[in-house]
């Protein structure tokens, strides 16, 4: 369960090194479900670590800026100290920067904290896989990741349980995918269940699972647009998503256009996806 809600090690393919937004979209929000308030600090302020667990120390190979230059890259984590999602101690100032290679070393600091309702840690979890899913189809695990695909098959299994409810029903599609190696199909019944789990109007759900080769109407167009400036980072980036196959409408576009500078990695990935 904790691998699934964490993710970063179950979603990102074996040939893909990690990134600074799989640490920000994908590790923190999961050790929030797991009741350890996560957060990055910078090595330059040791200060910190004094009080605090360090579970991890990553390297960079830039320094992550607030807003980059090009709106749809990022620095790559090109160096982990530790991939054990376990806590472990580690003493001030162990932690080293290099200034000759030009690197940024990030420590990953946590606190105990109130870890909230299960089902909706469960659901803000399969929304950030739908997210990161639709935003980065490419970095996503593939049919040759069988340690992937199982331990993904696992965190689902755990989540449908002996229960019957359409989202459960849209999970063992996915379970069986998966167990299929049929990726897309997978994450696109994955996609389904998120959205029924978090209720959004039927109309949006059926315009955010609307095959791409399908054009939209202007209503669900329009809503899409809405949802893609106002939702959550999740449902603006699955709106985002879709949004890029209707790019040849000028509303559609404009929207694209704008949310390539969104304050979301996966927002400004999909959106430029969108463009491109």
Known sequence: MRAGLIAVDLLVGSESPFTYSDINLLVLPGF????????????????????????????????PPAMPDEPDLEPEAVLELTRDPKVLSAAPGRVQVDPE???????????RAPSGHRSQNLTAALMR???????CPERLFTQSDSVHIAGAVQFLEE??????????????????????????????????AALIAVDVPDGVREALL??????????????????????SAELKTLAVARLAA????????????????????????AAARGIL
């Open 32 to 63: 929030s479900a797991l009741g350890l308030k996560a957060r990055l600090v910078p090595v330059t302020e040791l200060d910190t670590l004094r009080s605090q667990v360090v579970a991890a120390s990553l390297t960079f190979e830039a320094m």
């Open 101 to 111: 290679l030009n690197l940024a070393t990030f420590v990953l600091l946590l606190q």
């Open 129 to 135: 896989w739908s997210a990161f899913a639709s935003a």
């Open 210 to 231: 609307c095959p791409a080769d399908v054009y939209l109407t202007d209503i669900e167009r329009r809503d899409l647009i809405y949802v893609a400036r106002s939702g």
């Open 159 to 192: 989540i449908v349980g002996q229960s019957q409810s359409p989202m459960r029903t849209r999970l063992r599609r996915a379970i069986a995918a998966l167990r299929n190696r049929e990726i897309s199909d997978a994450f696109r019944w994955i996609r389904e």
């Open 246 to 269: 209707e790019r040849e409408r000028s509303d559609a576009r404009n929207t694209l256009a704008q949310l390539r500078w969104d304050d979301c990695y996966w927002v400004r990935k």
